[in-house]
């Protein structure tokens, strides 16, 4: 007899230095083959330390893939080749497109629904990691109040199609859908 095991799809959810990465980080540790998508790219000294230390912070033996806007194509590509996917974050792939399409809001939401339909079946088991921007301030320029409402929309539509979402406060996962998969 043969058991189905199906993929599940995790989103981690905070604010900054929450936890959201090492809780990520730890699901990782439960995996065999690890993929580890960075969205970040390093564009002054201080993006380039943060890539080095969170670098640093994962074994050795995950491969990383640097991919700042083909989430979706990323999934398909490296998904078949692991047995969880990290993508970390939705929050920098949320200003690269807004940086990279400007205000072609079509492509943009083309973007976000592509990478929601890659989720509904992944390849492999995928975590997501972004940041909660609902509960801060207004930004009070319109580029910022686009970049929330974008961030807090994507984070919405990929809890839809997810199994697990968490909110990290303090390193503590709460769960919010599904249950939680580390140990605390």
Known sequence: MQINRRNTVTLVLG???SGKSHYAEQLGEQAGRVVFVA???????????????HRGNRPQHW?????????AEAIVRHGPSCDLMIIDCLTIFAANLLEAMGDDKSSIQSSVDGLCVALQSPPCSVVLVS??????VVPPYPLGRRFRDLLGEMN?????????VFFLVAG???VLKG???VSQ
């Open 131 to 136: 940041n909660e921007v609902g509960s801060g």
């Open 39 to 53: 969205t970040a790219q390093a564009s002054d000294d201080e993006m380039r330390h943060k890539i080095d230390r």
């Open 172 to 174: 503590l996962p709460l």
């Open 179 to 181: 249950q939680a998969e």
């Open 15 to 17: 604010g900054v230095r």
């Open 63 to 71: 491969q990383t893939v640097e991919e700042p806007l083909g989430l």
């Open 156 to 164: 919405q539509s990929v809890a839809r199609v997810a199994t697990n």
